[in-house]
């Protein structure tokens, strides 16, 4: 029996009629009326499915609400609809703690009502415009104002008590780093709770893709969080692809698999040698971020740009390789592997590194899974799952994936994950190499039959990318949603901060890394 | 430690001597930067950082220009925590309407006189998300800009040659005002 089978038989023992849905392109979904939409929710958090994001959508006067699940590697949507006028559904947030704000997000800019959301304040709305007003339903009208006050007023959650203080830091931060706003109430030194606040890089990406054309969403796509550029791009140019039964030729699809590693390789060797700067091993720092930059310099040399944003377009990639690049590119894998060697020996077993980084920022398998954290995030903490290796697309389907897996959950666990990652990724990048097959780098998309819809789904360095894409009827981007894997770790960073010394939060947050623009918007 | 040392000792120093083709067009634009941030910082110019929407695409690079390859602080720059200590003030990013107010402050904490610097093609004119419901656009929208460095984002070596642009900018043109009119 498949999992939907399966889903839907639990939601029919319950009272919740389905029916089957084929409206995204090649995924197993289920409709469910609005009403039903928590309830379904609270059977299949009771059948273990993991919660993957859930995103809203207005097509033919209806509000459209979907709901990815998952089970390993197999996926179910669940979509249910409601009147434009009054869109109302009941919530997934008080069976699913991480859909908390993917669903406020939703009722800030499309004006989706949750009638039981556990959580009444705005997420990704600050000032900018007021609470009635939603700027991704239809009948929103163009807005245009003077200056934007500070969202002074926000309600955090307080807790009070003998000798318990609050810290508000940000939106500014003292680093060179995204905005954002963390209140840690703490005794002493131990932070009891953190909250974040973040909406501050909002810049309107849902809005901005709408009436763009394929090219333009990816040149969009790559500029979501400018770290995951290829993750971005193939995400929303796989979501397109699959939309209109595009086939992608097979040297296109591993050069991607190429970039993407490539972006792993670079973001997991910058992030460890600052793991370690943040606990005062300055040493590491100026080692990683010199092989991070000869990394780069190559990724501008061969493929145009040192982040490599741009490189994934529709239908393939922007670059094809030389025999004179790829041995290039297999002396840099064998260089690296051999300058990170000594490298990952010390961070491994050096004393006054242990001291700092094991136990701290522990995040519990239990939270990992409640979360749904994937990535070196869920990996630490004994999370498997790796879209390669779980629900793999190609070039992966046909590479031998090794997930690493720790059960520590702490900040050298996380750091020893992504050391894996990078003896994985070069591995993998020299299988890529050897057998890269022969042909065209792309492929012209075919004419999207209107309405058309696809879902992406790339295993980003930071975990489970997803990007829905529907187009309209003259084939430009009618609704384009990319949820970025730091919707789970933004809650995670609030678990695992529990507990810990103020001081630590540094480094515990860059340890986990999420991304402030991937969830902004 | 002995692995320690054993790794400082086989890598060398990457800065010295240059490891790029284009290393010594690198050294001769940090030594020109150098020598302006002598002439009118007396050696030494604070850079206080701040994203104000950026994707972060040009943190990255800017993070970059801290490695050894560039190893800017050599050359008299540091960034800083507090904009009062700050010489001058890089903006990454449209300005987004939801960081605009701690943009301002931010500047207006810093002390006359002042620079202002957009770094990338959002800072700079809008880039990729331009103006919007949620978004003011270019940094000038919001500050009085001193120089713009394009690129999305602006290579270690734009944003070098862009610092060095900044200081020779006419200095009755950089703004005086307390902050004020911001
Ligand atoms: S200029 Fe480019 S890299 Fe910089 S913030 Fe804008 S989109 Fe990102």
Excluded at chain 1, 50 to 71: E, I, K, P, V
Excluded at chain 1, 347 to 372: I, K, M, N, Q, W
Aim: net charge negative; charged share 20%; proline share 6%.
């Amino acid at each position: 029996m498949s999992a939907k089978q399966d889903l839907g038989t639990q939601l029919h023992q319950v009272g919740i009629n389905t029916r089957s849905y084929s409206g995204v392109a090649n995924l197993p979904a289920l409709i469910i009326s609005a009403a039903d939409w928590g309830p379904a929710a609270a059977v299949a958090k009771a059948q273990d499915w993991r919660w993957a994001g859930s995103w809203a959508d207005t097509d033919a006067g209806r509000m459209h609400l979907y709901a990815l699940l998952a089970q390993g590697g197999e996926y179910l949507l669940l979509t249910a609809q409601a009147p434009l006028e009054r869109p109302e559904f009941t919530s997934h947030t008080p069976h699913y703690p991480a859909a908390d704000r993917l669903e406020r997000h939703a009722r800030d800019l499309f004006g989706v009502i949750y009638s039981d959301h556990p959580d009444g304040r705005r997420w990704t709305r600050h000032q900018a415009w007021p609470q009635d007003w939603h700027p991704l339903h239809p009948a929103a009208e163009v807005r245009t104002q003077g200056r934007t006050a500070a969202d002074s007023s926000y309600p955090f959650i307080t807790l009070r008590g003998d000798g318990v203080f609050e810290i508000p830091v940000g939106p500014v931060h003292a680093g060179i780093i995204e905005p954002g706003h963390f209140r840690f109430h703490a005794a002493g030194e131990t932070v009891l709770r953190l909250e974040e606040r973040l909406g501050y890089t909002h810049k309107g990406i849902e809005a901005l893709a709408v009436g763009r054309n394929p090219a333009g969403l990816l040149h969009l796509a790559a500029r979501v969080s400018g770290d995951s550029a290829v993750t971005h791009a193939w995400a929303a140019s796989q979501a397109m692809e699959r939309a209109v039964g595009a086939t992608v030729p097979p040297r296109a699809l591993a050069l991607r698999g190429l970039l993407a590693e490539r972006e792993r390789v670079a973001n997991h060797i910058g992030d460890i040698g600052a793991i370690c700067n943040d606990v005062g091993f300055a040493f590491a720092q100026v080692q990683t971020s010199r092989l991070r930059e000869r990394w780069q310099r190559r990724n501008r040399e061969i493929f145009g740009h040192r982040l490599l944003m741009d490189s994934v377009v529709p239908g393939g990639v922007a670059h094809d390789l030389n025999t004179t690049q790829i041995t290039t590119l297999r002396a840099d894998h064998a260089t690296l592997r051999q300058a990170v060697e000594p490298l990952f020996d010390i961070f491994d077993d050096h004393p006054s590194l242990e001291d700092r980084l094991v136990t701290t920022g522990h995040l519990s398998a239990e939270d990992a899974g409640a979360l749904g954290c994937t990535g070196y995030v869920g990996k630490a903490s004994g999370q498997a799952l790796d879209l390669r290796h779980d629900a793999p697309y190609a070039p992966y389907h046909e590479l031998l994936i090794n997930v690493p897996v720790q059960s520590e959950g702490d900040v050298a666990a996380r750091v020893r994950v992504r050391m894996a990652e990078v003896h994985m990724s070069l591995d993998l990048m020299d299988h890529l190499l050897r057998t890269l097959p022969v042909g065209d780098i792309h492929a012209p998309l075919p004419n999207p039959p209107a309405a058309a819809c696809g879902l992406g789904l790339i295993e980003g360095w930071r975990g489970e990318t997803l990007a829905f894409v529907r187009f309209d009827a003259s084939g430009c981007i009618a609704r384009y949603f990319p949820r970025d894997a730091s919707w789970f770790i933004w809650p995670a960073l609030e678990r695992l901060i529990h507990g810990n010394i103020v001081a630590d939060f540094p480094v515990c947050n860059k340890s986990v890394n999420g991304s402030y623009a991937g969830v902004d918007l | 430690m002995l692995r320690i040392l054993h790794q400082l000792w086989r890598v060398g120093v990457a800065t010295e001597p240059p490891p790029a083709t284009d290393a010594a067009a690198l050294e001769a634009l940090g030594l020109e930067l150098h020598r302006a941030i002598e002439a009118r910082f007396r050696h030494s110019l604070a850079i206080r950082v701040v994203d104000a929407g950026s994707c972060n695409g040009c943190e990255l690079e800017i993070h970059a220009l801290a490695n050894p390859y560039y190893d800017i602080e050599r050359f008299g720059v540091s960034f800083v925590a507090s904009p009062r200590h700050a010489d001058a003030l890089l903006v990454t990013g449209p300005v987004s309407r939801h960081m605009e107010t701690a943009l301002r402050r931010t500047w207006r904490a810093m002390s006359a006189p002042k620079f202002v610097i957009a770094a990338g093609q959002c800072a700079c004119g809008g880039g990729e998300f331009g103006g919007s419901y949620a978004s003011c656009g270019a940094v000038e929208k919001v500050l009085p800009v001193d120089v713009k460095i394009p690129g999305c984002p602006p290579s270690p070596e734009d944003l070098m040659r862009g610092l060095l642009a900044a200081l020779r900018v006419d200095e009755t043109t950089v703004s005086e005002s307390c902050g004020e009119s911001a």
